[in-house]
């Protein structure tokens, strides 16, 4: 029998699915669906995985931030103190007089572009509210532009269709009581923006009573919310279990709500790493978002990738946008990883984007138009992208992209199905051979384009349903030695078992591993794995890879991989964040080699690696 929580939680969740484009029925009803972890990990507090599937399905958003930072045309809070006087920045809203602002042509362009979903900045660090707010003054209606702009873009959104996310900061620089904000990543970003009375003192438990009231406001008078993007949970304050406590008030307002992993506690006690689940517990959220590197391929979490379309800052700053090719890589090689792609295209402060953004946008979406049904609701897969190609599925079809423009002969690993027909999206002629080890496509050299030739295979069963494929690394079982006294662990990180490990004795200063591969081979791209999932503070904090084709050769240097940051002095360096966010995977130009050597040259702990994977692409 159907309680009335199901009722309203089938209610709701219609509300939402009508708002966003209409998913295909084979999406809609894959074998494949997300909340489905390695065991060990997950969500502590599960959304649904139909709301959450539909949110994945979108593939493709625009980030808008917009606010009183535009003034000086520079990023959002960052600035505060750093560039620009707290007291100045602070009062750039009484100069924030937009005269061309117009939701319904934003909404009508971002449509226009392709985009599935719009996320908005409500609140950035810098406490200013973009919807008028009864909980402060300190927002969009007391500026001379006087108008709930939060309002005019949702009723836009349902308007078009377009699915409203909303961007929330956890940490506040204005407010008093939110303890802890005002020193970010070791950086000091200013006063709060008022005194509180004499009589009292800063009260964080205060401070999320406001938080809650703000984001009640914003999800009863302005949704439905597709989703919610926090993000500034840097203070000690804001603890794991406040994360918990957040996620939960936000369900009971809405059962179907979805929320990245920020709303959780990104402080971990040494260091603050707010770009994937910060700890090996059950996490809170729904899906990570990452906006250093673009994640490796994974269907076990969730993701969302996000980068500005000028490629230097989220917030409207003077200067050139990049090329529609970069958004479109980005983007394809997004989807083949299984993640979203979230283009940051805000307006400058007269509200009216930029006639080169758009024209950008509208050339990028000729492409969109075209190959779209190679990206919309679609899973990564079932290949695991490379530097040279990768893959989408829908139902029983492939999408292989390939965006290496030279490779006109690709041969991949075999599928556990058979492939009833080959052709390609853009009309081109393509042949496919396949056997029982590997497949081979051949294309005609005439027919391949930018940012990736796509290859339709359709098979007589799911897709979806197949397990991810990976090409083999080259040094899998290779011998391998490495500076231990005790060489019981070396060939651990090479076996292809992510539940063995080699770990350093502590009696080198840097150490090291060398594999031997046998014979001469062919390698461009290196994974590290550390910890025991994506993302798990770690303790490598640089190393190189070397190479040489003959043992009485000297070590050639192709990769110095290291993590951003430096020494600050304090007790805590917020800037020691885990390599691997860095460099999800490290690639370099093809080298030819026999003997790579993984070099340790920092690390704060004897450390451990998993596996360190080489391949040829």
């Not at 007089?97 to 392709?114: H, N, Y």
């Not at 190959?371 to 679609?378: A, Q, W």
């Not at 393509?430 to 027919?447: C, F, G, H, M, Y």
């Amino acid at each position: 029998m159907a309680t009335r929580r199901d009722i309203l939680r089938g209610t709701v969740a219609g509300a939402i699915s009508s708002l966003m484009p209409s998913l295909p029925s084979a999406f809609a009803a894959a074998d494949v669906l997300y909340n489905n972890p390695p065991p060990g990990i997950g969500p502590l507090i599960p959304a649904e995985a139909a709301t959450l599937k539909c949110f994945m399905g979108l593939r493709y958003g625009a980030l808008l931030s917009w606010g009183p930072a535009t003034v000086a045309g520079k990023e959002f809070s960052w600035v505060r103190e750093v560039d620009i006087p707290a007291k100045e920045y602070d009062n750039f809203y009484k100069r924030f007089a937009p005269d061309a602002f117009d939701a319904e042509a934003w909404v009508r362009m971002m449509k226009d572009s392709g985009f599935r979903y719009v996320t908005f900045v409500t609140k950035h660090h810098d406490g200013f509210a973009m919807w008028d707010t009864k909980t402060t003054d300190y927002g969009v209606m007391n500026s001379p532009l006087k108008r709930d702009v939060l309002k005019d873009l949702a009723v836009a959104c349902k308007k078009q269709k377009l699915a409203l996310c909303l961007y929330y900061s956890i940490a506040d620089l204005y407010q008093p009581d939110c303890i802890g904000a005002n020193t970010a990543n070791g950086i000091y970003l200013g006063l709060k923006g008022f005194d509180l009375p004499a009589t009292e003192k800063p009260d964080f438990d205060r401070y999320v009573a406001y938080m809650k009231r703000q984001l009640k406001e914003l999800s009863q008078n302005y949704g439905p919310v597709t989703a919610w993007w926090f993000d500034g949970g840097w203070m000690r304050e804001w603890t794991h279990e406040r994360g918990v406590d957040l996620l939960r008030y936000m369900r009971t307002l809405r059962p179907d709500t979805l929320a990245n992993q920020r709303v959780g506690c990104a402080y971990n006690g040494r260091v603050y790493m707010p770009t994937w689940f910060p700890s090996d517990r059950e996490y809170v959220g729904d899906f990570a978002v990452l906006e250093v590197d673009m994640p490796r391929f994974n269907r076990d979490i969730p993701w969302e990738y996000t980068t500005p379309a000028n490629g230097r800052s989220y917030c409207w700053t003077a200067g050139p946008y990049l090329e529609p090719k970069v958004w479109l890589d980005n983007f394809v090689k997004s989807a083949c990883g299984d993640g979203n792609y979230l283009l940051g295209i805000s307006p400058p402060l007269s509200g009216r984007f930029d006639p080169d953004l758009v024209d950008k946008l509208a050339a990028s979406n000729v492409w969109l138009k075209r190959y779209g049904d190679s990206l919309f609701e679609t899973r990564g897969g079932p290949y695991k992208r490379t530097s040279a190609y990768g893959a989408t599925c829908k139902g029983k079809r492939i999408y292989l992209h390939i965006f290496d423009t030279k490779l006109t002969t690709l041969r991949v690993p075999a599928l556990p199905a058979r492939i009833l027909g080959c052709s390609l999206m853009n009309g081109g002629k393509a042949s496919l051979i396949q056997e029982a080890d590997n497949v081979t496509v051949k294309i005609d050299p005439n027919a391949m384009e930018a940012p990736s030739t796509i290859v339709v295979l359709d098979l007589d069963q799911s897709a979806e349903a197949i397990a991810p494929i990976s090409e083999k690394p080259v040094n899998h079982g290779a011998n391998a030695k490495s500076s231990n006294h005790d060489p019981t662990l070396d060939g651990m990180a090479s076996d292809g078992d992510m539940l063995t490990a080699w770990k350093a004795d502590g009696q080198t200063k840097q150490p090291w591993l060398i594999f031997d591969l046998g014979s001469e081979r062919v390698i461009s791209r290196a994974i590290l794995f550390e910890g025991t999932y994506e993302g798990e503070l770690a303790n490598i904090h640089r190393y190189q890879i070397e190479v040489k084709l003959f043992e009485n050769e000297s070590w050639r240097r192709i990769a110095d991989v290291t993590t951003w940051g430096f020494d600050t002095g304090q007790e805590e360096d917020f800037f020691d964040w885990p390599i691997s966010v860095f460099h999800p995977e490290v690639r370099f130009s093809s080298e030819r080699a026999r003997f790579v050597r993984l070099k340790i040259l920092k690390s704060i702990s004897p450390p451990i690696v998993h596996q360190f994977e080489l391949y040829e692409r």
